[in-house]
């Protein structure tokens, strides 16, 4: 079956200017999260969503950084007044329900977004 | 807060030999751990997860690793490397669930070790 797809695959934008990228889960996988790899890195938290719940935001960095999931399906990152810091590669994941483990999470290829 | 460290940021080995990529982490309660690969310009595939139960835990593609509790470590082990082997290694490790989260936790990840294969 299909996975984690994310959108787009690059990004290049200049500073100051907004961009959204985009999440589509695994179908069925109500979990969903959104993580940030900057370059040499490992991926680090930013939000997490179960169905259109955004349960736990503590890794968002600033304000600037929003994140949606309005059906429970397709989630948004958005971030706002971009800055060269904020260039890395941004991952989702989705996974089923934990229950009482912690379900695999299954990642996307990544949006790779470039701050000039 | 728990954190993961990986000593090795790069390994290199000659194919057909055995390997070890070292994990530690720090956490002062139970803890779910996982390995995970990156292949260039792809996401994060899962390798394999220790959750309870046997310490040693077998993956995808002839990885094992070991989960050592007084040494809070999580070696990940393969007997005979191949070319196609090359690639990043992150270890991870997450919480054990909480009710609130409905069962699933963030995972806080190493900074990773390049793996690269000598023919």
């Known amino acids: 079956g299909a996975g984690v797809s994310q959108s787009p695959r690059y990004k290049v934008a200049k500073r100051g200017q907004d961009v959204a990228l985009r999440c589509d889960p695994i179908?069925?996988?109500?979990?969903l999260f959104w993580y940030q790899q900057a370059l040499g890195q490992g991926p680090e938290f930013l939000t997490y969503?179960?169905?259109?719940?955004?349960?736990?935001k503590s890794g968002l960095p600033s304000d600037r950084f929003f994140a949606e999931r309005p059906e429970g399906s397709v989630s948004t990152l958005k971030i706002q007044r971009t800055q060269q810091e904020d260039s890395a590669v941004y991952l989702c994941a989705s996974s089923l329900p934990g229950g009482y483990i912690n379900q695999p999470q299954h990642f996307g290829d990544g949006t790779r977004l470039s701050i000039l | 807060a728990q954190s993961v460290t990986q000593l090795d940021s790069q390994v290199p080995v000659f194919e057909e030999a055995p390997v070890e990529l070292r994990c530690n982490y720090s956490?002062?309660?139970?803890?779910?751990l996982f390995w995970y690969v990156q292949y260039p310009n792809q996401g994060l595939q899962l390798l394999l997860k220790y959750l309870s139960g046997s310490t040693l835990v077998k993956g995808i593609n002839g990885f094992e690793a070991e989960f050592n509790k007084s040494q809070t470590s999580f070696h990940l082990r393969k007997p005979s490397v191949h070319i196609s082997d090359t690639a990043e290694y992150f270890c991870a490790v997450s919480d054990p669930v909480k009710k609130s989260n409905f069962g699933n936790e963030k995972l806080t990840f190493g900074t990773g070790t390049r793996l690269t294969i000598i023919p």
């Open positions: 956490s002062s309660v139970s803890v779910y």
């Open positions: 969503f179960q169905n259109e719940a955004q349960l736990d």
């Open positions: 179908s069925g996988h109500v979990s």
